[in-house]
T-cell receptor, first 114, second 119 residues
Framework: AQSVSQHNHHVILSEAASLELGCNYSYGGTVNLFWYVQYPGQHLQLLLKYFSGDPLVKGIKGFEAEFIKSKFSFNLRKPSVQWSDTAEYFC????????????FGSGTRLQVQP | GAVVSQHPSRVICKSGTSVKIECRSLDFQATTMFWYRQFPKKSLMLMAT?????????EQGVEKDKFLINHASLTLSTLTVTSAHPEDSSFYIC???????????????FGPGTRLTVL
């Protein structure tokens, strides 16, 4: 079964700092990869997704992620964070096993200080 | 964009009662919906896969008689927590699968969640 690891549980940054959140998955076959964001009191929203093709994926709100197959990684990046980026970030994977549910990482709480 | 709603957003009930939570896909049809449970400061754990017109598929360790799932239409799935106990208190989140025509283009859209508190 696939699993997802997010190494940073809580990240605190100042505004304008650069962000990189780590995500590693364990599954040897083809995967779909996702990053979701959950703002305080709100529901999960899709930031970006990777299915195939260009491993550098651009999402909403200036976020991007890079799929590195050899490292089983899908790290999320943003060059300059804003206070409004304060939220919980979840990496998720869907492996081509016929099961269509997502497996989520444990989440990373990002706190951006003004 | 695809919108998924949940009702109620918050419910408090007494131990031993049953609670029904609805999940609706508002602007698309979803033959498959998912129910997750989110514990405080923890990730989402898949409880079951809800399939329109057929029985739900439960994850290991999830009591199917306690968490009844009904997916009666292409836009509605319900989760009923039967004989609720305090340990069932949690944040329940549903998602609806927007099928993209192939497995590689499926995307899940999430509801806002339901906070269940069992006294």
């Amino acid at each position: 079964a696939q699993s997802v690891s997010q190494h940073n549980h809580h990240v605190i940054l100042s505004e304008a700092a650069s962000l990189e959140l780590g995500c590693n998955y364990s599954y040897g076959g083809t995967v779909n990869l996702f990053w979701y964001v959950q703002y305080p009191g709100q529901h999960l929203q899709l930031l970006l997704k990777y299915f195939s093709g260009d491993p550098l994926v651009k999402g909403i709100k200036g976020f991007e992620a890079e799929f590195i197959k050899s490292k089983f990684s899908f790290n999320l990046r943003k060059p300059s964070v804003q206070w409004s980026d304060t939220a919980e970030y979840f990496c998720a994977v869907n492996a081509y096993t016929g099961r269509r549910a997502l497996t989520f990482g444990s989440g990373t709480r990002l706190q951006v200080q003004p | 964009g695809a919108v998924v709603s949940q009702h109620p957003s918050r419910v408090i009930c007494k131990s031993g009662t049953s609670v029904k939570i609805e999940c609706r896909s508002l602007d698309f049809q979803a033959t498959t919906m998912f129910w997750y449970r989110q514990f405080p400061k923890k990730s989402l754990m898949l409880m079951a896969t809800s399939n329109e017109g057929s029985k739900a598929t439960y994850e290991q360790g999830v009591e199917k008689d306690k968490f009844l799932i009904n997916h009666a239409s292409l836009t509605l799935s319900t989760l009923t927590v039967t004989s609720a106990h305090p340990e069932d208190s949690s944040f329940y989140i549903c998602s609806a699968l927007l099928a993209g025509g192939s497995f590689s283009t499926d995307t899940q859209y999430f509801g806002p969640g339901t906070r269940l508190t069992v006294l």
